[in-house]
């Protein structure tokens, strides 16, 4: 090639690239490298997450079990020794509001703000203890409360269970939400959670605080003007009914 052509050809092969488009490129290939060792970050800390949630649920369980056996084997021992075998007192209650705000005296309005029982079946745990049981015996008329078991705080958890991170209601639809709001306290997942209830472990006020109240529905089948004013042992629908309140959250769930 000869002439002018040929000149173009020479010219633009000898062209320098724009110092803009080499930092361009550098800063998008930077961005690129960045973006694919966080990838791989993550997904190997979610590899060695799972697998350290499954360790913990199995052993969960296998501690569950154990519990049950012991108490099982202890009432069988007392049985066949003519005795009596006297569990131990339940350390937490679920407590669920049944009545409006109608008629509310402030002293229960105060209790049930304590207890976050600010609507109409609302559902929270509560810590049992001499100060706590006062204060239940003070609200008896409008709310329900029992001893749930480890299958009912399941179920709360897994089917009505909202965290709340930086103040905002947020579905617990994977361990990432349990994690943001309670890692640091060492629970990093459901079973961890759920463990912590039921055991009503030395984070229990972190872990209950970081669940929202739990928004139940109207039990199947309702409650009825007359039973709702009276209490459970009258055969009303308020105040204490023991493992009963596992029937109850099964229609409201």
Same mark, same amino acid.
């Given at each position: 090639?000869?002439? %002018?052509?040929?000149?173009?050809?020479?010219?633009?092969?000898?062209?320098?690239? %724009?110092?803009?488009?080499?930092? +361009?490129?550098?800063?998008?290939?930077?961005?690129?490298?960045?973006?694919?060792?966080?990838?791989?970050?993550?997904?190997?800390?979610?590899?060695?997450?799972?697998?350290?949630? +499954?360790?913990?649920?199995?052993?969960?369980?296998?501690?569950?079990?154990?519990?049950? +056996?012991?108490?099982?084997?202890?009432?069988?021992?007392?049985?066949?020794?003519?005795?009596?075998?006297?569990?131990?007192?339940?350390?937490?209650?679920?407590?669920?509001?049944?009545?409006?705000?109608?008629?509310?005296?402030?002293?229960?309005?105060?209790?049930?703000?304590?207890?976050?029982?600010?609507?109409?079946?609302?559902? &929270?745990?509560?810590?049992?203890?001499?100060?706590?049981?006062?204060? !239940?015996?003070?609200?008896?008329?409008?709310?329900?409360?029992?001893?749930?078991?480890?299958?009912?705080?399941?179920?709360?958890?897994?089917?009505?269970?909202?965290?709340?991170?930086?103040?905002?209601?947020?579905?617990?639809?994977?361990?990432?939400?349990?994690?943001? /709001?309670?890692?640091?306290? $060492?629970? &990093?997942?459901?079973?961890?959670?759920?463990?912590?209830?039921?055991?009503?472990?030395?984070?229990?006020?972190?872990?209950?605080?970081?669940?929202?109240?739990?928004? !139940?529905?109207?039990?199947?089948?309702?409650?009825?003007?007359?039973?709702?004013?009276?209490?459970?042992?009258?055969? $009303?629908?308020?105040?204490?009914? /023991?493992?009963?309140?596992?029937?109850?959250?099964? +229609?409201?769930?």
């Amino acid at each position: 090639l000869v002439g %002018p052509l040929s000149f173009q050809i020479s010219k633009i092969l000898t062209m320098k690239t %724009p110092e803009s488009v080499l930092k +361009k490129q550098a800063t998008q290939s930077k961005i690129a490298k960045d973006r694919d060792a966080a990838k791989k970050a993550a997904d190997d800390k979610a590899a060695k997450d799972v697998g350290v949630w +499954k360790a913990n649920a199995k052993k969960y369980e296998e501690e569950y079990a154990a519990a049950e +056996k012991a108490a099982v084997d202890n009432r069988r021992q007392a049985k066949a020794q003519g005795g009596f075998y006297v569990p131990a007192e339940p350390k937490v209650a679920l407590v669920i509001r049944i009545r409006g705000t109608i008629g509310v005296s402030p002293k229960a309005k105060k209790v049930m703000r304590l207890f976050r029982l600010r609507q109409l079946h609302n559902a &929270t745990f509560v810590r049992l203890n001499e100060a706590t049981i006062r204060m !239940l015996r003070l609200i008896e008329p409008y709310v329900t409360y029992g001893y749930p078991s480890r299958p009912t705080i399941e179920k709360l958890v897994y089917k009505r269970g909202f965290g709340k991170l930086n103040n905002q209601r947020i579905p617990i639809a994977d361990n990432s939400v349990i994690e943001k /709001g309670l890692g640091s306290v $060492g629970i &990093t997942c459901a079973a961890d959670l759920i463990h912590e209830l039921v055991t009503v472990g030395d984070n229990f006020k972190a872990a209950n605080n970081f669940l929202w109240p739990f928004k !139940l529905n109207s039990p199947k089948g309702g409650f009825s003007r007359k039973t709702k004013l009276l209490h459970f042992m009258e055969g $009303g629908e308020a105040g204490a009914r /023991g493992e009963e309140i596992n029937k109850l959250v099964k +229609k409201m769930i």
